[in-house]
T-cell receptor, first 115, second 110 residues
Framework: ETGVTQTPRHLVMGMTNKKSLKCEQH?????MYWYKQSAKKPLELMFV???????ENNSVPSRFSPECPNSSHLFLHLHTLQPEDSALYLC??????????????FGEGSWLTVV | KQEVTQIPAALSVPEGENLVLNCSFT??????LQWFRQDPGKGLTSLLL?????REQTSGRLNASLDKSSGRSTLYIAASQPGDSATYLC?????????FGTGTSLTVIP
């Protein structure tokens, strides 16, 4: 148990569906992240929120829409995805996004399959 | 842009053997380096964090070293066990981002 909880663990959705991934951290951190992990590729940073403000959008297509209502919760809203978006989506948190010396903590991930 | 490389991509060793995993990075201006373990279908678990001013960190059978000037880190696993089988990733912190390698998939054969 890392203190970062992701739901659902598995999601299958059609290309016209709308769904959301949820992440909650119980560590008192102020920074939260979404990463995408595809087979044989490095982890890809998607979004960074620091004190509820988005500080990084790594050229992510608009069919992925993040939401951070408070420092403990992070959502990734999904709409009209493509089969190539199928991957493991990992949420993470750290004390602050801009401080050095941070340790980053990951959730268990949400496996997304787009059919 | 920072690039992190891990070699080898896969490694298979008999139980009890000592082994070394390698991580290299292109920009030496890092704040720290972390080693993670990832089991199949799971998230990443932090193993060791080395600050840029440190040379090594130890935790149980694990020892990680950092040579910032040459852009290299190693993770040494002593007396490997089947339970060590997993993918090991390294990540460096530059600026406000974490940069990850593609990982080394380790199999320890009983």
């Amino acid at each position: 148990e890392t203190g970062v909880t992701q739901t659902p663990r598995h999601l299958v959705m059609g290309m016209t569906n709308k769904k959301s991934l949820k992440c909650e951290q119980h560590l008192g951190h102020n920074a939260m992240y979404w990463y995408k992990q595809s087979a044989k590729k490095p982890l890809e940073l998607m979004f960074v929120y620091n004190f509820k403000e988005q500080t990084e959008n790594n050229s992510v297509p608009s069919r992925f829409s993040p939401e951070c209502p408070n420092s403990s919760h992070l959502f990734l809203h999904l709409h009209t995805l493509q089969p190539e978006d199928s991957a493991l989506y990992l949420c993470a948190s750290s004390q602050e996004a801009t401080r050095s010396g941070n340790t980053i903590y990951f959730g268990e991930g949400s496996w997304l399959t787009v059919v | 842009k920072q690039e992190v490389t891990q070699i080898p991509a896969a490694l298979s060793v008999p139980e009890g053997e000592n082994l070394v995993l390698n991580c290299s990075f292109t920009d030496s201006a890092i704040y720290n380096l972390q080693w993670f373990r990832q089991d199949p279908g799971k998230g990443l678990t932090s193993l060791l964090l080395i600050q840029s001013s440190q040379r090594e960190q130890t935790s149980g059978r694990l020892n990680a070293s950092l040579d910032k000037s040459s852009g290299r880190s190693t993770l040494y696993i002593a007396a490997s066990q089947p339970g060590d089988s997993a993918t090991y990733l390294c990540a460096v912190t530059s600026g406000n981002q974490f940069y990850f390698g593609t990982g080394t998939s380790l199999t320890v054969i009983p």
